[in-house]
C-alpha cells in the first residue's frame, strides 16, 4: 500500500540509537536524533493519530497499582486509559513515551532471576530500540491494521538491524513474546502500556510465525488483525529480511 503526502517524524531520545538501523528503509539515525520518513518506512499507513497518555503521568498513577478479588488490572488500566488518554497527531510525543514505556519494561534488574545467561544487557537494549519503533504500529478497534512497519516483525527487525544469527533472533524473541516469562512481569506490561492506549498484542499468538505486533486497544477483535496479516505478512517480512547484511 503507497503511503503517500506524510511529513517526517524527528525526535531527539534520552539513548543513541544503533546506526545499523540506518539499514531499514525510511529510518535515519544520528546518535539520539530519530528520523523516519513515513512513505518509505510504513508498509501501511492510513492513521495518524495515536492514543496517548504522558509517561511521568502513568508512572505515577498506574506502576504501583495491584488488582483486587473484584477487578482486573486489565479492567483498572482500561478506565484509566477511558479517563486519561488523549489522542495525538505528533508521532514523535508517541516515540517518546514509546521509549519510556520499554525503557521501564526491559529494565536491568531483571536480568539476574531471567534463567537465560546468554541475554544480556546488550540485548536489552536491542528491545527497548525495537519497542520504541513498534509505539507507532496501530490498530483500530475495528481490528483493521492501521500502521504497520518493520518493527511489527519484531524477530526480523532485529536480526536486519544488530547482526543477530537466527538463533540469537529467535531466543530474543522468546523474551520479548514471553513478557519476561513470569507473571509479576506480565503485570508491568500492562501498566506501562496504559501510556500508549491499549495492551501489548502478538500478531502470532498460538502460532509460530514470529510475526511480532502492537498495542492493540481493548475490545479489538484480535481474529480480524491476525487475518489481515496472515494475508499481507510475507511479502512485508521479506522485504524486512532484504535488510540483513550478509556476515
Known amino acids: 500500500m503507497k503511503v503517500q503526502n506524510t511529513v517526517k517524524i524527528s ?3 534520552p539513548e543513541a540509537f544503533d546506526e545499523r538501523w540506518n539499514r531499514i528503509p525510511g529510518v535515519t539515525v544520528n546518535g539520539r536524533r530519530v528520523t523516519i520518513t513515513p512513505e518509505q518506512y ?10 496517548v497518555i504522558p509517561w511521568a503521568q502513568v508512572e505515577r498513577d498506574m506502576l504501583g497499582v495491584t488488582e483486587t478479588d473484584d477487578k482486573a488490572l486489565e479492567q483498572i488500566a482500561l478506565e484509566y486509559i477511558q479517563a486519561h488518554a488523549t489522542s495525538t497527531r505528533d508521532a514523535a510525543t508517541v516515540l517518546a513515551i514509546g521509549y519510556e514505556v520499554y525503557r521501564y519494561i526491559f529494565r536491568e534488574e531483571h536480568l539476574a532471576d531471567l534463567g537465560i545467561p546468554q541475554i544480556t544487557a546488550e540485548h536489552l537494549t536491542m528491545l527497548r530500540q525495537v519497542g520504541t519503533f ?12 492501521s500502521n504497520i512497519g518493520p518493527a511489527w516483525f519484531f524477530n526480523s527487525t532485529t536480526r536486519a538491524v544488530f547482526d543477530l544469527t537466527d538463533v540469537q533472533g529467535d531466543m530474543l524473541d522468546e523474551v520479548y513474546h514471553g513478557g519476561w ?4 512481569r506480565r503485570l508491568e506490561l500492562v501498566r ?5 492506549g491499549g495492551r501489548l498484542v502478538h500478531g502470532c499468538q498460538s502460532v509460530p510465525s514470529q510475526t511480532g505486533g502492537a498495542v492493540v486497544p481493548y475490545g479489538a477483535p484480535l481474529q480480524t488483525f491476525r487475518e489481515e496479516l496472515a494475508r499481507m ?4 517480512i521479506a522485504a524486512v529480511e532484504a535488510c540483513r547484511v550478509a556476515p
Open 11 to 13: 525526535v531527539e531520545l
Open 42 to 51: 510504513f508498509f501501511k499507513f492510513t492513521n495518524h493519530s495515536w492514543l
Open 134 to 145: 513498534m509505539a507507532l504500529n496501530k490498530v483500530e478497534l475495528t481490528g483493521e491494521i
Open 181 to 184: 516469562f513470569n507473571e509479576p
Open 192 to 196: 506501562a502500556h496504559t501510556a500508549l
Open 233 to 236: 505478512k510475507d511479502t512485508w
